[in-house]
C-alpha cells in the first residue's frame, strides 16, 4: 500500500495532503497520561520501548494520521557526550552548565548502546503501524542541542551560547561537530531500525546573524546529512529550522534537506515565491488556532490547503500541539483537512 506521506517527500503533490503534528504524541490525549504516570522519570519513558511505542501508537489509532513520529526526545543525545540530562516538573530540562574548558576534554560515548531502546522502538513501531502509515524518527539539531547544553537548559535568548560563538569560536564549532557527529550514529541507528523519514529540528534557529547561522545551523546540518548519505542512508530527511525567516532560503540551498518545515510565523506568500519550487514543504498552522477551534480553525486550515494546493505539500503545526487543546479540535482539524476523503 502506497504512503502518501512518503509520496509528497518524493515530490508529488497530493490531494487532500497528508497530515500529522508535530508533538502528536503527549499530554493532550488521557491514554498519554496514564503511561507517563508509570514512568519513574521522563528519560526513563523515553528509554523504555514498550513505553514509547504504546504513546506512538496512540495518536494513529485515534486519528489516523499518516505518519507516526517516534516518541524521544532531543536532549537525549547530550547523554551520549557524558552529560548529566534530566528534567524537573513545571521546569523542563535541566543539564550542568557547559563550559569552553568543559568541552575540550569531551568526547562522543557509546551512542548506539545509550540509546539502543530508541532503536528497539523503531523497530517495534515498524511493525506495528498501519501498512499505510509512514515513520519518522528525528533528532535535535546541533546548534538547538548545544545551546540547551551551554545555559543549563531552555533560555529565552540563549545568551551564554551565542556569547561562547564570538568569545570562542574554536570551542563552539567542536561541539556542534562532536553533536553532528553522535546525531549521524543515532540517526543511522533509527534508520537501520525501520524509520522511513528522518527529521531534524532545529527549535533554536531564529534571531542569528546570517554568518552565524551559517556556522550554526547550516554547517553541521550539512555534516549530519552528508554523513548518512555516505553510510547508505537515502531516507528524505525534513529540516526545520524554526523561526529562520529569510534565512530559510540559505537553508533549502545548503542543508542537504529534502523537505523544509515552516513554523507558524513565516509569511506564507513568501515561503511559496522563496523557496524552491519542486521542494516540498510542511506546516504550518498556529497552534494557538487548533486551540481555539471552531471556524478560526477551519478558515486557517482552508487557507493553508489552498496556498500549497500546487505543489508538494504535508499538513502540520508550524510548532507543537499545546498540552491544552481538546481531543475534539484535532478530530475537527483532521477531518476539515480530509473533507470526508481517505
Known amino acids: 500500500m502506497s504512503k502518501i506521506l512518503l509520496d ?19 499530554r ?28 506512538t501508537l496512540q495518536p494513529i489509532r485515534r486519528f489516523g494520521f499518516d505518519a507516526a513520529i517516534l516518541f524521544a526526545d532531543i536532549l537525549l543525545i547530550p547523554m551520549a557526550l557524558g552529560r548529566k540530562v534530566w528534567f524537573v516538573a513545571g521546569e523542563g530540562p535541566q543539564l550542568d552548565p557547559l563550559s569552553a574548558a568543559d568541552i575540550e576534554n569531551m568526547e562522543i560515548g557509546d551512542v548506539e548502546g545509550l540509546l539502543g531502546p530508541v532503536g528497539q522502538t523503531v523497530k517495534n513501531l515498524s511493525v506495528s503501524l498501519p501498512d499505510e502509515t509512514a515513520l519518522i524518527g528525528f533528532a535535535g539539531a546541533p546548534w538547538t542541542v548545544a545551546t540547551y547544553m551551554i545555559e543549563g537548559g531552555g533560555s ?55 554568518p552565524m547561522f551559517e556556522d550554526v545551523v547550516i554547517r553541521p546540518t550539512r555534516r549530519i546529512v ?10 528524505p530527511v ?21 523537505a523544509l518545515a515552516l513554523d507558524y510565523g513565516l509569511n506564507t506568500q513568501w515561503a511559496l515565491d522563496a523557496l524552491p519550487k519542486d521542494m516540498p ?33 504535508i499538513f502540520n503545526l508550524g510548532h507543537g500541539i499545546t498540552p ?16 470526508g476523503k481517505r
Open 8 to 26: 509528497v517527500l518524493n515530490g508529488n503533490p497530493v490531494s487532500p495532503p497528508p497530515v500529522w503534528l508535530m508533538r502528536q504524541a503527549g
Open 28 to 55: 493532550y490525549l488521557s491514554e498519554y497520561r496514564e503511561v507517563r504516570a508509570t514512568a519513574k522519570d521522563f528519560i526513563d519513558f523515553c528509554l523504555s520501548p514498550d513505553k514509547a511505542t504504546e504513546v
Open 156 to 210: 529565552k535568548d540563549r545568551w551564554n551560547a551565542r556569547r561562547m560563538y564570538w568569545e570562542n569560536p574554536e570551542a563552539m564549532a567542536r561541539l556542534l561537530d562532536l553533536l553532528a557527529d553522535a546525531t549521524i550514529r543515532y540517526l543511522i541507528m533509527q534508520a537501520k531500525a525501520g524509520a522511513e523519514v528522518l527529521k531534524i529540528f532545529d527549535s533554536w534557529a531564529e534571531g542569528l546573524p546570517p
Open 226 to 235: 552528508d554523513g548518512l548519505r555516505e553510510n547508505g542512508v537515502n531516507v
Open 238 to 258: 525534513i529540516g526545520f529550522p524554526k523561526g529562520a525567516g529569510p534565512n530559510y532560503v540559505t537553508y533549502a540551498r545548503e542543508s542537504g534537506a529534502n
Open 281 to 313: 514543504l510542511q506546516g504550518q498552522l498556529d497552534p494557538a488556532v487548533l486551540r481555539a477551534g471552531g471556524s478560526a480553525l477551519d478558515v486557517e486550515v482552508d487557507r493553508i490547503i489552498s496556498a500549497f494546493r500546487e505543489r508538494p505539500h
Open 324 to 339: 491544552d487543546v481538546p481531543v475534539e479540535h484535532v478530530e475537527r482539524l483532521v477531518s476539515r483537512i480530509r473533507g
